[in-house]
Every structure is written in C-alpha cells, then in structure tokens.
C-alpha cells in the first residue's frame, strides 16, 4: 500500500496550510532540507503551525513583528520529538523556498517538496527526526520517481548568501548513509 493519497501522508498530523497553489507542470523532482523555530532557537510552541496557516500572533513575541503579513508553508514539518506534521499536498506547491535556484532553474517550489526540521543552524538535531527524516524521504522515493540521493539539497544550496539551512548542525553523511539501498 502506498503511503501517500493527493500528495498526503496516510501517517503524521495533518495541519492544513491556505499558502500554496498548482504546481505548473505537475513535477516533483526536488527535495529540500530547512530548519526552523519560532521564537528562533525555542522548541515545542505552537507558532510554526500558526505561521504555516496564516493566523501567526504576533504580539506573541517581539520577534514576530517581521512575521506579520507573511505567507509561507512547507510541505512537512519534522519536530524535535519526531512526529510528522503535513501542511500542504505535495502534488501542490508549497511556498518554501522563495527566490531560488537548483542546476539554472529558477522558482524551486514549482517542483520541489519542502521539509522543515525544528531546529537552528547550530544545535544539533534529534535521532527521532533523523529517524523520522529517512522515513518520509524514502515514502517520497516511492511516490515520486524523479526523487533519488542526488536530488536532495539544503535551502543553502538554492539560495546561497540568503539562506543558511539546515546549517552545519545538520549531518549530510549520517542522514545519506541512512538512505543507502533503501531507496533511489
């Protein structure tokens, strides 16, 4: 049985996001690694589902004052304790990426599938989300054959000097090593 239905999971929390639309042409053949925490380096809150949907408070804290009016999603979310959370359909495009570029294509999130994973740059992140992590990747081999180990990147990759996620906190080799002949 296959564990996607319309682009979502049959497993994870479902948290329905309103930013995103039709993807042009129906690719997914890119998979992108971010990081993120609201307030930045505090973990467990609910205020990346609120921003993902649109309703953000931001008189919840100082820092979220640049937050306001925002319309961003990602596809996935991976929390510190590993569980799954799906925003939007991966047969859609999900507003993750922003100006970016992947081998002279621009605008990645018209065939790219956002993953974040809660964290920052520099702490390092949790077995359960690395665990989680290889999970969903090798479920989105399956469902989307243009997925392989070489079409997997960070937001550094595609958007170098603006964006540095998933950071050096993040281990390339160990979350590579973990897909080795499980998949494409």
């Known amino acids: 049985m296959k564990p996607f239905k319309a682009g979502w999971i049959d497993y994870g929390r479902r948290c329905e996001s309103p930013h995103f639309n039709a993807r042009p042409d129906n690719e997914v053949s890119l998979l992108v690694i971010h990081n993120i925490s609201l307030p930045a380096g505090k973990f467990g809150a609910p205020f990346i589902d609120q921003l993902f949907q649109g309703c953000l408070d931001v008189e919840a804290d100082s820092s979220f004052c640049e937050l306001e ?5 990602a596809h996935f979310l991976i929390r510190r304790d590993g569980e799954l959370v799906q925003y939007v359909s991966c047969d859609d495009r999900a507003w993750h990426a922003g100006v970016s570029c992947y081998q002279g ?5 018209d065939f790219a599938v956002g993953i974040e994973l809660e964290g920052t740059d520099n702490i390092a992140y949790t077995d359960a989300q690395y665990r989680q992590l290889q999970q969903l990747t090798l479920a989105l081999f399956d469902a989307y054959p243009m997925l392989n180990t070489g079409s997997i990147v960070g937001h550094c990759d595609i ?3 603006r964006k540095t996620d998933p950071g050096d906190s993040f281990d390339w080799s160990r979350y590579k090593m973990s897909l080795v002949g499980k998949g494409n």
């Open 105 to 109: 294509r621009d605008a990645c999130n």
């Open 69 to 73: 009016g925002l319309q961003v999603s």
């Open 159 to 161: 958007a170098p000097g």
